[in-house]
């Protein structure tokens, strides 16, 4: 049974990328500083063809989001990369280089229709042009038994929240307040239920997961 | 050595409120459910002149909350209730009760001045007109040796933060999406970094506390 999956990191305020995105700096002023867990863990390293690394929770519990994840969704802008001008070249293959870090089937909800691009390392991009719902049932389709991971960014996370497509949410939440940025999480329409499932702690990151309720819309008031 | 700590419940998506507050629903639509984890607690109701409630992993949190606060630094609609007529009533009590569960010194951070008020079991109400430095200056003052408590709301978390006055953070974080509402955080100066000092989950809100990083100002980029 497939599962939908976020899973995301995000400063203690709720920002996935700070103020000012650049070209230079397409996760925004100190937005890098998100990510430092990941890029100090082996399994990330691992995943990216480099050696060395922590083998610490922090990897252990990326190894474990990594091998359970059969397909991904994101956002135009998280395939390719930020604001810049070539954020809309429509022939661009992203920032993630040759062998992307995926290595299994990525779906890109976009407004530009092309052909399915197959880099090395088991990674394709596909592109859908009708939506989050498409992307991730099309997602479901390649991801077998496994989940399907919703990579970001906050508008297609917010998307698939409004649209009732999750089921699951890993927040992997670094101690720092970024002050400004984008933030996660925006208008739903009902209030969402959630169960916290796990927590895992580190000095770096809290990894905070829930399983997202289903008919329990809850009334206002 | 006094902390000056912020102890507060916030959704998942990180709004202490919930939206359209009212006379009726000072927390905001669906805003009390932010908080049914400490109204189910033994010691939130002992606090309250209650019997009952759970004994459990949050009410231990709470209780230890509560047993190091010295005093306490709130805003004026947090003291007053929400955003109601009577809100604005420069000589109404508040709307917590003759015997108000704070049990220490309480300082209200104002534009009305006003005689200090002392209520039962030894809550009293200071009222601060130059601004919320002040009012915590003042609360260390009476603290002794024991904890400033900063509850809210969330205009005097961001206050104090962006001044630099707080110590620690401790966020009692609900596994609810509210969609909207009271955010606690906004827009800071610098980004502000943070230790994680513990991590406490149950099946009802997990409890992150967080040490505020001194000297370590980050540059941008």
Redesign the interface.
Known sequence: MTTVRVDITVS???FVA?P?QTLE?PLG??GE?LHEWAFAAESWRERHGLSGGEANVDSDVLRASQDATGAVVMGRRMFSGGEGPWADDPNANGWWGDDPPFHVPVFVVTQHARDTVTMQGGTSFAFVTDGVGRAIAQAREDAGEKDVLVAGGASVVQQA?RAGLLDE?Q?H?V??????GV??????????????TR?I???AV?H?R?RVQRGQV?S??
Do not use: K, Q, W
């Open positions: 203690l305020d709720g700070g000012n700096h002023e100190n500083r929240l949410l927040l939440v101690p720092l307040l970024l002050g400004g933030r996660l999480f925006g208008p739903l329409g009902p209030v969402v239920d959630l169960e916290v927590v702690e580190s000095p809290a905070l829930y809850t206002s008031g």
